[in-house]
């Protein structure tokens, strides 16, 4: 049966092999490329401390909502790292997880446990993140502040500061290819 690309895009380096390409790929490009790091790095250092500074509030967030949830987006959703948080993780130094989340639609997270998610939310794919549940925004509007609205408001300079260091990554490897070649 035919199946419609935009509804269900292939999951990308969803195979070992690639996985592992597309991680050599990255890794060359950032320390083969004369100044691309150093380039980068005020950036990624500054993303980095924005995750940071968001992890403390989704873990208090995820032991409010996701140990009650009967649904927990980690046996359903269709997650997996795209280019701007592999970029991320090479950047900021972090270990590179083995593979993708999902290697097929339906597939639940291969990090999950019975505790939770075995990946320390540093390395998570940002949709891990970024994607709060009805649940988590209504308990967030209960709650007493401006807890939803900062989060939010964080969240989106991550989403933009993300843009940014692939948009920056981007010109300084093609620069590079035009100067040097």
Not at 27 to 50: K, M, N, T, W, Y
Not at 62 to 80: D, G, I, K, M, Q
Not at 132 to 139: A, D, E, H, M, T
Request: include cysteine; glycine fraction near 6%; charged fraction near 20%.
């Amino acid at each position: 049966m035919w199946e419609d690309p935009r509804k269900n895009p292939p999951i990308p380096w969803s195979r070992p092999t690639d996985w592992q390409a597309a991680q050599l790929s990255i890794h060359h490009h950032i320390a083969g490329l004369s100044g691309v790091r150093e380039f980068l790095l005020p950036l990624a250092r500054r993303l980095e401390a924005r995750f940071g500074a968001v992890a403390s509030q989704m873990e208090a967030l995820c032991a409010h909502t996701c140990t009650y949830c009967p649904e927990p987006c980690c046996l359903r959703a269709s997650v997996w790292y795209d280019f701007r948080d592999l970029l991320g993780l090479h950047l900021y130094g972090k270990s590179i997880p083995t593979g993708q989340p999902i290697s097929d639609y339906g597939n639940a997270c291969r990090y999950i446990s019975l505790s939770g998610c075995m990946l320390p939310r540093s390395i998570r794919p940002w949709i891990c993140t970024w994607y709060l549940c009805p649940v988590q925004k209504r308990w967030l509007q209960k709650q007493s502040g401006d807890r939803g609205r900062s989060l939010g408001l964080a969240l989106g300079r991550i989403k933009t500061e993300r843009a940014l260091l692939e948009d920056k990554f981007i010109a300084a490897t093609c620069r590079w290819v035009l100067c040097e070649n």
